[in-house]
């Protein structure tokens, strides 16, 4: 049934390296076990960003044990149970990349992601766990804490669920049916109510990734270096090229850039971004939508 599930949340030291995680397993809608616990990643490499982000540091996972030594305590989590993620696709390719890793055999379970229900069910400015948990009026103290996210994604499916079983065109009884009624809206959402539903074309299972996208970094940069942005871009699937040029998707504009690329990016279309505005990309999980 809905109210039987567990919701799960990595935090990541760059790419798809787990430094922490959070599970909280829910039996009729409330939370019965929670489980947190900071990883030793694999190389002990931290982007900076992601610390900046998430707040650990090489020095706080240290001493922690790798992720092969805790999946005995919480194997039991996986095993032919419902998985909720926020951005599950992500969470989801850190687990099996650790795991293969670890040479661990992957469990069977089923997942379900709760940022692709509220890009389908709901209209608000963004779809960002902080957004929903605010919208849900779900109290969240302690963002990117694996932990507090796991819980707050927990509670946000139970509150999506019953929202958009209020509004569509029939009753759903079990996340089964909610999955298969969900994708089933990959072309246009059929709605009674419009009131919190819009009608969307609807791409299933995109991802916020850089995978595909060329960036151009220029100027001097607040928070980071050159170096730290370049290393985020190739960490999250992007490329990061020399010049500005009519493949370039993106330019990371920082002060004291020359007004010649500027002009260039201006001519060409290409989006100028800021520091803080690439942060956000990279951390915020919005699926695509056309």
Not at 166 to 177: G, Y
Not at 190 to 207: C, F
Not at 233 to 242: H, L, M, W
């Amino acid at each position: 049934m809905k109210n039987n599930f567990v919701a799960i949340d990595f935090e990541t030291s760059y790419g798809h390296i787990p430094c922490s995680i959070g599970i909280v397993e829910f039996i009729d809608g409330k939370v019965v076990n929670e489980f947190y616990s900071l990883i030793k990643p694999i190389d002990l490499k931290f982007n900076p960003i992601n610390s900046r982000i998430n707040g650990i540091h090489l020095e706080d996972v240290f001493n922690e044990r790798e992720f092969d030594q805790i999946w005995d305590e919480i194997e039991h989590f996986f095993v032919d149970r419902v998985i909720i993620a926020h951005n599950s696709s992500t969470d989801i390719t850190v687990l099996e990349k650790t795991l293969n890793h670890y040479r661990i055999h992957k469990p069977n379970f089923d997942s379900y992601c709760t940022l692709n229900i509220a890009k389908s069910v709901l209209d608000i400015e963004n779809y960002k766990l902080s957004t929903l948990a605010k919208y849900f009026n779900i109290k969240q103290e302690d963002y990117h804490n694996a932990l507090e996210d796991a819980f707050v994604c927990g509670k946000i499916f139970i509150e999506m669920f019953d929202d958009f079983n209020n509004k569509v065109s029939r009753p759903l009884n079990s996340i089964k049916s909610l999955r298969s009624e969900v994708r089933n809206y990959k072309q246009y959402l059929q709605i009674n109510d419009n009131s919190k539903i819009i009608k969307k074309s609807y791409v299933w299972n995109a991802t916020d990734k850089l995978l595909g996208k060329t960036f151009v970094v220029s100027g001097v940069f607040e928070k980071f270096s050159r170096d730290d942005l370049k290393k985020a871009i190739e960490d999250n699937g992007g490329k990061v090229g020399s010049s500005i040029s009519a493949k370039t998707d993106y330019v990371i504009a920082g002060d004291n850039m020359g007004p010649a690329k500027l002009d260039k990016a201006n001519k060409l279309n290409i989006s100028i971004i800021s520091e803080d505005d690439f942060i956000n990309l990279i951390t915020k999980t919005n699926a695509v939508t056309e």
